[in-house]
């Protein structure tokens, strides 16, 4: 069975960092492009980055642009996210590039 299961959201204040991981198993994980996507309260579902099968490139929204850096290793895709901002608000999830497989998702807040 394919599994996605993102973690390392949380509170955090404007300016802080957070770094949100994706543990997947069940595919041929080194053979697919990654991504992931946020929904904010009241918003529709927001690309956010990518990442090819090889690390060899990275892509990302223009709102996120500067202050998130995708990035993987074996098994795992991280987002690592600073400078943080209230918009930033909502819940993230990865996804199998070019699929309909999602993770559960993890909450992220930003608040003082």
């Known amino acids: 069975q394919v599994q996605l299961v993102e973690s390392g959201g949380g509170l955090a204040q404007p300016g802080g960092s957070l770094r949100l991981s994706c543990a997947a198993s069940?595919?041929?994980?080194?053979?697919?492009?990654m991504s992931w996507a946020r929904q904010g309260p009241g918003k529709g579902l927001e690309w956010v980055s990518g990442?090819?099968?090889?690390?060899?490139d990275t892509y990302y929204a223009d709102s996120v642009k500067g202050r998130f850096s995708i990035s993987r290793d074996e098994d795992t895709v991280y987002l690592e996210m600073n400078n943080l901002k209230p918009e930033d608000t909502g819940v993230y999830y990865c996804?199998?590039?070019?699929?309909?497989?999602w993770g559960q998702g993890t909450q992220v807040v930003v608040s003082s």
């Open positions: 069940g595919f041929t994980f080194s053979n697919d492009a």
């Open positions: 996804k199998i590039a070019g699929t309909n497989y």
């Open positions: 990442i090819l099968r090889d690390g060899s």
